[in-house]
């Protein structure tokens, strides 16, 4: 049984460790990166399985922000003229496999909501343009909204987000489980949770 | 009293307490599966699996540890072979292709497992022949002495 625990431990502890030891996990779930640079980490659902088009994601796509009594809709360019701020976080999946930190640029949630007049922070709910999967929409709570580590993410480490990684715009937390840091976001909720 | 739970349960008080801490562990796991629905096919999947670890498991690793025994520097092959196997049986639909669900859903191939596993295995044997080559030279040079 030791024997057992001791073989599973070695062949995935790289990717909880980090750093140079990170390719020893030769056999954790998602065991090769997809591509390169803005691509050069794993997904747990590509554009295709969630549903998500082109269209979804193209020009005439729009962020709904909803506070209290206050909406605001937002193009991609008005998102990138708001204060941009970075923040150095991994993506951690249940299925097990996690990333090195990630270099993320966006708006801060805490900045979104106090654009809509939502002071607190509160909470938020997150839909996403998904139709298929069970992570369509999550719910992030005061203190994750408050956080100044998270943001509505444009940009991965120096380019735009691709599409299988949410591209236009998707939300990440820190300490969060990778589903809950919606991709496409199209609709912020503060204080609807 | 140690004395009294022993001959009363048959092990230490110890066991016992793990034994009690690992099936509360599983009764809330399987609560929180209840959630889920579908309560036949938990109860099937847990009961199942007790049978299936007794019945075959249980008998099967007996054997294959006595067989090894009988020939001889039996954990050399054997501890390599219930890691190598091990690694097989959590793996085994990454490592035998994975499914189209998988293609679809995460962009990746899934190619590389199978490769890996033989080599994870590979390395093993490997480590384990060494082991024996070491032990065998020793031997001979202490008879030598």
Redesign the interface.
């Known amino acids: 049984m030791g024997?057992?625990s001791?073989?599973?431990l070695l062949?995935t502890v790289g990717q909880s460790l980090g750093g140079a030891l990170r390719p020893t996990a030769?056999?954790a779930?998602?065991?090769?990166l997809?591509g390169e640079g803005a691509d050069g980490f794993?997904?747990?659902?590509?554009a295709?399985?969630a549903g998500v088009t082109e269209a979804d994601t193209g020009p005439d796509w729009r962020l709904t922000v909803r506070g209290e009594g206050r909406e605001v809709v937002l193009t991609r360019r008005e998102l990138l003229d708001l204060p941009q701020h970075r923040s150095a976080l991994p993506i951690a999946c249940v299925e097990g496999w996690s990333t090195r930190n990630l270099d993320w640029e966006g708006v801060r949630l805490a900045d979104l909501a106090a654009l809509v007049g939502a002071h607190g922070p509160p909470g938020v709910l997150v839909e996403s343009a998904q139709t298929s999967g069970s992570f369509a929409s999550a719910a992030l709570r005061d203190n994750q909204v408050a956080d100044p580590r998270s943001l509505l993410a444009l940009r991965v480490d120096g380019a735009d987000l691709t599409i299988?990684h949410g591209y236009p715009a998707r939300v990440i937390v820190p300490a969060c489980p990778g589903v809950h840091n919606t991709k496409w976001v199209t609709r912020l909720s503060f204080g609807a949770v | 009293m140690t004395a009294l739970v022993r001959r009363a349960y048959g092990a230490s008080p110890w066991h016992l307490l793990l034994m009690v801490g690992v099936l509360a562990l599983v009764a809330y796991a399987g609560t929180r599966l209840l959630h889920g629905g579908d309560p036949w096919g938990i109860a099937v999947w847990f009961v199942g699996a007790a049978l299936l670890h007794d019945l075959v498991l249980v008998p099967a690793y007996t054997l294959v540890g006595r067989a090894l025994r009988l020939v001889g520097r039996g954990h050399l092959v054997l501890v390599p072979a219930v890691a190598s196997g091990l690694l097989l049986l959590v793996y085994l639909p990454l490592i035998l292709g994975p499914s189209h669900t998988y293609v679809a859903k995460t962009g990746l191939t899934g190619e590389p497992f199978a490769a890996r596993w033989l080599l994870a295995s590979a390395a093993l044997f490997a480590a384990s022949a060494a082991v024996g080559a070491v032990r065998h030279r020793r031997a001979r040079r202490d008879r030598a002495a």
């Open positions: 024997l057992g001791l073989a599973l062949t030769v056999l779930p998602h065991g090769r997809p794993p997904v747990n659902t590509t295709a399985y299988d």
